[in-house]
């Protein structure tokens, strides 16, 4: 993240699950992640909504990868 232009204070490192959905649209409520991650620590998506992107150089290329590949028929 440092490479690509944000900056440290601006880097939040958060605990999720995937696998059961833990702490990624609302906060956790489980009391093992609450005692050492807190209460009121922001889950995932309030992460998301809060991020602040580091200026774009419109001057160079879009680089956009590709997920799905969906061939002609």
Known sequence: LLS????KQDITYIPIS??????LCE???DPNLISWYGAESPCLLE?????RLPPRNYAKPLRASISEYCPKT
Do not use: A, V, Y
Request: net charge positive; aromatic share 6%.
């Open 27 to 29: 906060r956790s409520k």
């Open 47 to 51: 992460i998301l909504d809060q991020l």
């Open 18 to 23: 995937g696998l059961t959905g833990e702490n």
């Open 4 to 7: 690509i232009g944000f900056k």
